[in-house]
Each structure stands twice: as C-alpha cells, then as structure tokens.
C-alpha cells in the first residue's frame, strides 16, 4: 500500500520542528488556571533531584572518614541520614506523580471540553469537508499525547535537568579531572541520542499515519458490514485489512528496534564512563592523588547521570508528538464559524406569527470557487403565517438546501430570508431554530432512553409533555410496548427499533419543543402505509395555525397542501396548487404523470 495517501501525509507529516515556542506558550497557559499546583510541582522535582547528589556525597564521607577512622557513630549516623534521604525521595517522587497527572488530567479535561464546545459551534460546512474520524483524532489522541506532556513531559524536564546540573556541580567540586574522564563519552551520547531520536520520529510518524489509515478502514468496513456480506467481500477485506496491518506491523517493529538499539547504546557509553572512572581514578587512588570514596561517589554518580540523559531522549519524542498534536488541536479551535450570531442579535416579536420570505436568494456550497455551481438561483417566495407549503422536484433540485437555509445551517452568498420580516441574520441562531421544529429524513437518534431522544434533555419539557407528543404522532403504542417503556434505551442510532419507529420518535421530538413552524424534509419517505397514515393524522391537527414547509418526493403526500413550489435546477419554476399545477401541465404534472401512470404490467 503506497504512502502517499495525500489526506493522511499531509495531516500527520504537516508539523517537522521539534519545538515551537509559540505553541508552547500557548500549551503553557492552560497551566495559568493550576499555576500554584505547576509551582509545587517543580519544587518536588527540583527538591528530590537535589537528593539525588546527595547519596554518593553520603557513600564517599563514609569510605573517606567513617571507616578508616573507626568511628562507628558517624558510619551510623551517615548510613541513617542515606535511609532518610531515599524515604524523603520516595515522598518527594509520589508527590510529584500525584501532583503533574492531577495537572495532565486536570489540562486534559479543559482542553477537551473546549474543542467538543467549539465543535458545537462551528457550522455545517465544516462538518461537509472534514471526516468524522479526524475530528475524533482530535478530540481523543492528540488531547492525550497533550495530557502526557503534561503529565511526565514538560515539567519532568525540569527534574531532569536539575538531577544533571546537580550531579556535574557535586562531581566537578568532588574533583574536576575525574569529572573531566568521566565525561569523554559525552560527544558519542550526544551523537547516538541525535542519530536515533531522528530516526525515532520518523518511525512514530510512520505509526500516526498508519493508525490513522487503519482506523479509517475499519470505521467503513464495519460500517458498512452489509454490503461486504452481501457481496461476498469478506475474503477481498481481510487480505485488505492485512495489507493496512502489515504496514502498520512494520512501523511499530521499526520504533521498536530503534529503541532496541538506543538503549544499548547508551548502557554501552555508561559502561565506557563507567571503566573510564575505574581506570583513572584507581590510578590516581594507587597514587595517592584520590581516595577509594571519591571513586566510588564518582561512579554512582555516573550511574545516576545517564538515566536522566534517556529520560531527555525519550521526552524529546514525546515534545515533538505534542507540538505537532497542539498544532492539529490549535488549528482546530482556530477556524472561525462560517455562520455567526450578531451583536448584538436582535429579537422576534412576540407571540411568533411564522411569516417565511425568501428574497432573490443565490447560493452555493462551493461559493470560493471562481465559477460556483449555484444550487439556489434567485429563489423568491413568501409563506403566509399559518399557511401548509409544499417544495417539490427532481433531486438535486435544492429543496434540502432551502431548509439548510432557512434554520441558517448556512448563509446564501446573495438575498435575504426573513421571518415575520426580520432578516434572519439579525437573530441569534439558537432563537431561530428554537421556532422551528424539524423532522429529516435522516433519522439521527442517540443511545440514551426514548424520553431523552424526545426532549433532548430539556427538562423545561415535562414527562406529561413527553408523553403527550408521542401520542400526537402515534408513537405512544410503539413505547408502551418496549420493555422498559419510556426509559428504554435505544441502542446506537435507534438501532432497537424499526426505520418507521425511529421516524414516529423523532417526529414526536419535533413535537415535544412546540415549534411555531414545522418542516418536515422527506418525514414519511421510509415508513409504511399505516405509519404514514398515523402521521397524516397527527399533523393535519398539528399544522392548524401553525407555518409548515413540507418537502416530499412522494406526490400523494403534498396533493392537500395549501400550495406547492416546484423548483428545478435551483430556480423556482411554478406555484400553485396541487389542481392549478396539473391544469398547468408543465414540470409538477410531468412529474405527476411519471409517478402515478400505470406500470406497462398492468395496461
């Protein structure tokens, strides 16, 4: 499978520095809100990196004094004052754990909160170009790499440096030209941690764009699991699946003997160090220059130094991956909603009259083009308060697009809609919709119980109200004969019940908010007669003084409707009613005549 999958590669290969101080600063702030527990949280690291050169100072005075002297008292007293020393690292360690995952968990939580709430806000045109998948990315993984830095990264480091400053003050004070040996191998640790951490990042890049590429294939597969048995797909996807696997196998394989040999490596260049100190020190020992305990300190503190110089290695990946996850997250929360509230927003009039006017209204979902393929073209019409619309015609006509509009999921590019003639764009968008109940004919339901699915957790929306809108619709039979009745949960999507049911449920939500306008957008185009004809029912009492819009495919269900708007090809083209559109004879009585006509079976 090639790599140059071009939405992957450009998403995850999009961030090469290894640092960027704006976006750190950035990160740094969402520290501001916990800035004393961040401050608690460096003291703990610096206090117990600062234990750290205190043990091998400890061994020396005890080989160095202590011993040669005798003197059991201060062999004692050295010896007690090393099992206080590492009780209090033990207290200052679990501390410092406690306190930077409460500051990840803490930085996690509001980071994520903030990108599920700017979700919320951002408009459909957004949702139209960006995969659900990648939205998820954001909001899961790259907010946990974000959490890890957090949590053993960007404070850690601060552990880090502070054992290395401290190690090279106590050895370079202990004896400078041991500190001199020692550190030889320096230049060949800086070399190895450059050689791999490149090689490393790229191996981890690899992953993200693999996990990515897998994730996305798995998400359509079980999607879409009908149509693979149906077909007889499932031998073709598995050896697909173990292609993605394959390459996704190979990446994780290759981190992993990177790390493999790094940390070998590194043992390797401690032991150098390590022999270097041994070698020259029991030289300068044999001499007379030095005594056994400054050797000794020397190579405990040799041991103690290079733990910390993997530790940086292993942060420095862990860096990158959260610069380029912030990058991704920032980008995100950026982008500005196409569609905005005014300021400030104006006000309808009070009670609602429901008053729908389209003025030369001219719109397309790709307007930055340079020609637009304009779904809408100077589309102008007026409901009346109280008035039963239908919009009728071929698919692709707009009759979606002028509902996407109306509830101002979108703004036209030229005209003006307005309602009991005040311009929509005038009114904040959650005043809008909540004059508007809508029923699609994709049915989107969640998998809480029906009484949530119907008032959406509303609870200015009683149970007696609840209720009360599922009888209206027909639906009240279909609940009371679930197990649980009202609270029944219903599965991912609704799945537990029939595509009419879910249709009768969200019909009854609609209901439940007492919209002053209704528009129902292909309402009845999957349910069955008796179904449909329960619906029927229900909204010929419902629609009594209130505006409908009504779009169907179906004729026979907008024959009784107060008037009918046919459009093609984005431009209104008749208007009437269901008898004047037929004596017309134009397009509503062609399209008519193809769907009542006699099939050729039956002539």
Do not use: C
């Amino acid at each position: 499978m090639s790599d140059s999958s071009p939405g992957l590669i450009q998403e995850e290969e999009a961030f090469e520095k290894g640092y960027d101080a704006r976006l750190m600063r950035r990160l740094i702030r969402y520290l501001g809100p916990y800035r004393w527990r961040a401050a608690g949280a460096v003291a703990l690291l610096v206090s117990a990196a600062a234990l750290e050169a205190v043990g091998p100072w400890l061994v020396q005075q005890a080989l160095d004094q202590a011993v040669p002297r005798g003197d059991a008292r201060l062999l004692t007293l050295l010896v007690a004052t090393y099992f206080g020393t590492a009780l209090v690292s033990f207290g200052l360690e679990y501390g410092q754990a406690l306190t930077t995952t409460w500051l990840g968990q803490r930085v996690m939580y509001d980071l994520r909160t903030e990108v599920f709430a700017h979700l919320q806000q951002l408009d459909l045109r957004f949702y139209d170009r960006t995969p659900v998948g990648r939205l998820m990315t954001r909001i899961t993984s790259d907010v946990e790499t974000l959490n890890e830095l957090f949590s053993s990264g960007v404070i850690a480091i601060f552990g880090d440096l502070f054992t290395l400053l401290f190690i090279v003050s106590a050895m370079a004070i202990m004896d400078w030209r041991l500190t001199a040996v020692a550190f030889t191998v320096l230049p060949l640790v800086v070399w190895a941690a450059s050689f791999f951490r490149a090689r490393i990042r790229d191996a981890y890049r690899d992953i993200r764009v693999r996990t990515a590429r897998m994730n996305a294939f798995l998400h359509e597969r079980i999607t879409g699991i009908r149509v693979v048995q149906l077909f007889n797909r499932e031998h073709a996807d598995a050896a697909m699946m173990d292609e993605v696997n394959t390459d996704y196998l190979e990446a994780h394989l290759r981190s992993i003997r990177y790390y493999a040999l790094f940390f070998p490596v590194i043992e390797v260049l401690s032991a150098v160090s390590l022999a270097l100190i041994l070698w020259y020190g029991g030289s300068e020992v044999l001499a007379g220059a030095t005594t056994v305990g400054v050797v000794t300190a020397f190579l405990l503190y040799a041991r103690r130094f290079f733990r910390p110089i993997q530790d940086l290695s292993d942060k420095y990946n862990l860096l990158q991956s959260a610069m380029a996850s912030s990058e991704r997250v920032f980008r995100l929360l950026d982008r500005e909603p196409a569609v905005r509230d005014p300021v400030p927003p104006g006000t309808l009039p009070a009670p609602l009259r429901g008053e729908i006017e389209f003025r030369d209204v001219w719109f397309a979902y790709d307007a930055q083009t340079e020609e637009p393929e304009w779904v809408l073209e100077g589309v102008s019409f007026r409901v009346s308060p109280g008035e039963k619309v239908a919009i009728v015609g071929h698919t692709g006509a707009g009759k979606t697009t002028i509902i996407n509009l109306l509830m101002r999921f979108y703004d036209p590019q030229r005209g003006d809609i307005l309602l009991d003639g005040i311009p929509i764009g005038q009114l904040a968008q959650s005043e809008l919709r909540s004059q508007i109940g809508l029923v699609l004919q994709d049915i989107f339901l969640f998998s809480d119980d029906v009484r949530y699915n119907i008032r959406l957790g509303n609870e200015g929306i009683s149970e007696e109200a609840v209720r009360a809108a599922a009888e209206e619709v027909g639906a009240g039979a279909i609940v009371e004969r679930l197990p649980k009745g009202y609270d029944q949960s219903l599965g991912e999507r609704g799945m537990s019940l029939s595509v009419g049911e879910r249709q009768l449920v969200s019909f009854a939500r609609a209901l439940a908010f007492d919209p002053g306008i209704l528009v129902l957008d292909e309402a009845t185009s999957s349910v069955d007669s008796e179904i449909e004809a329960r619906i029927a029912e229900a909204t010929v009492r419902l629609m009594d003084g209130r505006t409908s819009l009504v779009i169907a495919h179906r004729l026979s269900t907008v024959q009784g409707s107060d008037r009918i708007l046919v459009l093609h090809h984005g431009r209104l083209v008749e208007e009437g009613t269901h008898q004047e559109l037929l004596n017309q004879g134009g397009l509503y009585a062609r399209l008519y005549e193809l769907q009542f006509a006699p099939s050729p079976s039956r002539v």
